[in-house]
Structure formats: C-alpha cells, structure tokens
C-alpha cells in the first residue's frame, strides 16, 4: 500500500505476516474496549422507571470488580485464532478487487472504485472469518462469571470448548447467525476505512512531496480517522447483530424474522438510543485499532519489501 511508483503491490504471503502481527496488536491492545462494548449492547439497564442505563466506564468498573480485570479479555482467544486468517483475506481481496475494477490503459482505480472494494472485502472477510469468530468471542464476553471464584463454572470453559458446544447443541450453522448483518457492517466499514484511509494517504503525500513513505506516526493518525468512520455509520446494525448472535435460534423462525423481532422489542421496550448502546467503546476500540492496524501493516510490509525487493510500475491508486 505504498505510494512509491517503483512497488510491486505485495503479495499474499506479506498480506499474513503483515496482516496478522498488524491485527494481533490490535485485539491485545483493544479488546477490554470490545468486551465493554458487547455488555452495553447487550444489557437491559436503565430500564426502569427513574434509572438511567450503564455508561462506559461504569461498565467497564461493574465488570473489573464483579469479575476482575482478566475478564476484560474474554472472548480473545477467538479473536487471536480468526486475526490472522481476517486480516490475510481483507487486504488480500481488497487488492485483488482494487485491480479488477482499475482502469485498463492507466491502471489506476477511481475513489468509486475503492469504495466498492472495500465493500467486497469487507462481505469477504465476514463470510470466511469473522461472523464464526463473533459468534463465539461474543457468547463468552456475555458470561458474567467471575474469574476469581474457580466455583463459579461458565457454560463455556474457552473458545474451542464454545465451538464445540454451539456446534453440538445448535448445529454447525449456529457458528454464522447473523451473517447478514455481520457482512452489511464489515462492508461498510471496510468500504469507508479504505476510501478515507488512501484519500487522506494521497493528500498526505501531496503535501509532503518529497517524502517516499510516510512516517508510522501519520498512518496511525489517518487509520485512526478512517477507522471512526464505520462505527458511526453502521451503529444499529452491529447492536441488534450482537444481541442476534447471542441467543440461540427459535424454531421454526427465519433470520429475517428474528433480526425483526429483535429490532422491534428494542424500539418498544428501549427506545431509539438503544440502537446506540455501546458507541462509545465501540469508537474508542475500532478508531485507534485501525491505527495500529495499518501502522504495523505499513511498517511490516516496507520491510518485507525492503528484504525481497520487487519492481512493477505503479500501485494503481487513482489520482
């Protein structure tokens, strides 16, 4: 993803190397945010009379001392064995897709263009990686047992003893409730990531003209804009996607219907704004983790560049 005219665009196997460590930062640095962010969806406080619903940072205290500070973390061993593969298949295919709908005589790709292969990386990504990866990373964030007492036993004990379960009990298409609304928020997240992120790039470079390679400190700042640009966009559908992805199936009910029925009991029993719960975390997780994401990817990938060399004549960003 470098601008220099002499790059070849890297190949699949920096896309997992770079990709991974990249995302491996990311969910070490910000998956308390996650965790925080999937209890807000998910709970019902502030329902009665007189109350108002747990904020951010009293949810984040309710669970450091009902659960202690560990159970922040819940949910990342499902994180860390999916970051590798998601991270892979996102560049990858956003690559793959910025090439296919490039310009045939000059090579480049028009903003429309990006935007549209973000789109299809994004429906990539969550059809191959993540919604398995939610799915279970959220059924263990929603179990409120406490660390600290070895009695208080979790239905699930880790994140292949969840799979295991969820597989056993309701089926191996347990593990992709929600793919619908997985793939509509991580295309339009990965379609305005990607769109913001080279724009502001392209910018950057044109107001420093006689730098070959931005420094690490401005890719976090430009992923750190395009990251918060997502969350904003696609807040209701990630919420009634947890609260989807954390119960188990009615029979004889379709996905449409229970995305619905969900929808609908949220409208009437919390109103508008519970569309919203769990915005804050969800900006403070996905914001900065796209900042680190592509700083490492960026940093990663110019040294396995500089290790294997590679001459091709332009990286077909549009102009």
Excluded at 45 to 68: C, D, M, N, Q, V
Excluded at 113 to 129: D, K, M, P, S
Excluded at 162 to 179: D, M, N, Q, W
Aim: some cysteine; aromatic content about 8%.
């Amino acid at each position: 993803m470098s601008r220099s005219g002499n790059k070849k665009p890297v190949g699949f196997a920096t896309h997992i190397t770079a990709g991974g460590m990249a995302g491996a930062c990311e969910a070490l640095t910000c998956q308390p945010l996650d965790t925080i962010k999937v209890r807000m969806q998910l709970s019902k406080s502030g329902l009665a009379p007189g109350t108002k619903p747990r904020g951010f940072i009293a949810t984040g205290a309710f669970i450091i001392r009902r659960e202690t500070p560990l159970a922040l973390y819940k949910g990342l061993g499902a994180v860390l064995s999916g970051i590798v593969p998601k991270m892979a298949i996102r560049f990858a295919s956003f690559e793959s897709y910025k090439g296919f709908l490039a310009d045939k005589d000059t090579g480049k790709t028009s903003v429309g263009g990006i935007f549209i292969a973000g789109l299809g990386a994004g429906t990539t990504e969550a059809v191959a990686v993540v919604t398995p990866m939610e799915v279970v990373k959220i059924r263990l964030q929603a179990q409120q047992h406490s660390l600290a007492d070895p009695l208080e036993a979790p239905r699930y004990r880790n994140a292949g003893h969840a799979v295991y379960t969820i597989v056993r009990e309701e089926g191996f298409s347990a593990l992709y409730r929600g793919v619908s609304l997985t793939a509509l928020r991580q295309a339009t997240n990965q379609g305005a990531n990607f769109t913001a992120y080279q724009e502001i790039k392209k910018l950057m470079h044109r107001l420093q003209p006689d730098l070959v390679e931005l420094p690490s400190y401005q890719h976090m700042m430009i992923g750190l804009i395009s990251g918060a640009m997502g969350p904003f966009s696609n807040a209701p559908i990630d919420t009634i996607k947890t609260r989807l992805q954390k119960a188990t199936a009615m029979p004889g009910t379709t996905a449409f219907q229970r995305i619905m029925a969900i929808a609908t009991d949220m409208w009437k029993t919390e109103g508008v704004r519970s569309f919203y719960k769990g915005i804050t975390p969800r900006v403070l997780r996905v914001a900065p983790g796209q900042a680190i994401v592509f700083a490492v990817y960026e940093r990663v990938s110019t040294m396995i560049e500089k290790i294997n060399p590679r001459i091709q004549e332009d990286d077909g960003y549009s102009e």
